[in-house]
């Protein structure tokens, strides 16, 4: 069964900037979903939306199994949200949070005790259950906040770019913690990145958006082939490097080349190093370096569209 079914959906600012357009996806139940996307591609834009803090201009949204348009109460107390600012009092102590938080929902005191106590033992979080919010770093103010949000017991958390700005360490304490909520709760789980790398570790599904459009969508392996293509870098120092794309252009027509600042990159393929460095020293060709890369996501989008021929 779908989690979230969206159909159609677009939104339009008031200044006229299209954040949404003609967007649609489904999100199974019990997956770690990633949406992945550049600044600014809509992410948050959909995020506000299907967690009822933003109105959308057109289209459906269907999440467990109620209508967005005509049900948001009932769904609203069924979600929780992490958003990039972290909503948690740092004056108080993650226990205090968790307590008040339990009150904001209304659950009785022994369940929230309980249900307090049960997180902190998954999550491992013992050590932080004292002390005011405000002496850790930001890497565990975003996992306590995640934590304070499951009081609600949600049946979908939703997490808006959860380790942007994060150092490896903390990175891979969230993902452990992500893992985690699916594993031992069975929340569904729908996450924002950039990150190609977090979403190749982390999902069961990914969708790739771009300027508000549904540009890939489907499991984690159908990212993982797209991300197999590896590249030829090749920095030029030359002025000339439109030339030399000509160059090989006209030599390899099969090739395909992508010119960015003062680098050719070249999709790989069999041979393709060899040659190259072949006419590279034939045609005394200098370059400060040369080597293979994985795809960044404006690569797979490149590779993507032109595939689909948009
Ligand atoms: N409140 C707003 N009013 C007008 N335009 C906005 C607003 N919020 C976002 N946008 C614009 O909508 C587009 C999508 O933004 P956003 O959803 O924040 O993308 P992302 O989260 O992927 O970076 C961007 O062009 C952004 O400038
Ligand atoms: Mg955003």
């Known amino acids: 069964m779908y989690a979230i079914e969206i159909n159609q ?8 900037v299209q954040a949404l357009d003609g967007f649609d996806l489904c999100v199974k139940e ?5 949406l992945l996307g550049e600044n600014g591609a809509g992410k948050s834009t959909l995020i506000k939306i299907l967690t009822t803090y933003l109105k959308s201009t057109s289209g459906t949204v269907k999440m467990l199994g109620l209508d967005l348009n005509k049900e948001a109460d009932k769904i609203r107390k069924q979600i929780a949200c992490v958003f990039q600012q972290t909503s948690i009092d740092t004056f108080l102590s993650l226990e205090e949070n968790m307590l008040f938080q339990g009150k904001l929902y209304s659950i009785p005191n022994d369940e929230a005790i309980k249900r307090m106590e049960s997180l902190i033992t998954v999550f491992g979080l013992s050590s932080y259950r004292n002390l005011p919010v405000s002496s850790y770093s930001g890497g565990v103010k975003r996992r306590l906040d995640i934590a304070l949000n499951l009081m609600s017991n949600p049946k979908i958390l939703f997490l808006d770019e959860p380790t942007v700005g994060m150092d490896v360490q903390s990175r891979n304490a969230m993902w452990d913690m992500v893992r985690k909520i699916r594993s031992e709760l069975g929340t569904t789980i729908f996450l924002t990145t950039h990150y190609l790398e977090e979403a190749e570790v982390l999902s069961d599904s990914i969708c790739i958006m771009k300027k508000g459009k549904n540009i890939v969508w489907g499991s984690r392996q159908k990212l993982t082939k797209l991300l197999d293509i590896n590249y030829i870098e090749l920095c030029l120092l030359n002025i000339n490097i439109k030339k030399i794309e ?3 252009c006209n ?12 680098s050719i ?3 790989n393929d ?11 020293l034939q045609e ?4 400060e370096s040369i080597g293979y890369v994985k795809p960044s996501l404006e690569d797979i989008f490149i590779q993507v569209l032109e595939e689909a021929n948009i």
């Open 246 to 248: 000509k160059y090989l």
């Open 251 to 262: 030599k390899f027509p099969k090739w395909k080349l992508i010119l960015k600042d003062s």
């Open 284 to 287: 005394k060709i200098q370059f």
């Open 30 to 34: 019990g997956d770690i979903f990633t």
């Open 265 to 267: 990159y070249i999709q």
């Open 9 to 16: 959906l677009s939104k339009v600012y008031k200044n006229g």
């Open 270 to 280: 069999k041979d393709i190093m060899d040659l190259l460095l072949k006419v590279l």
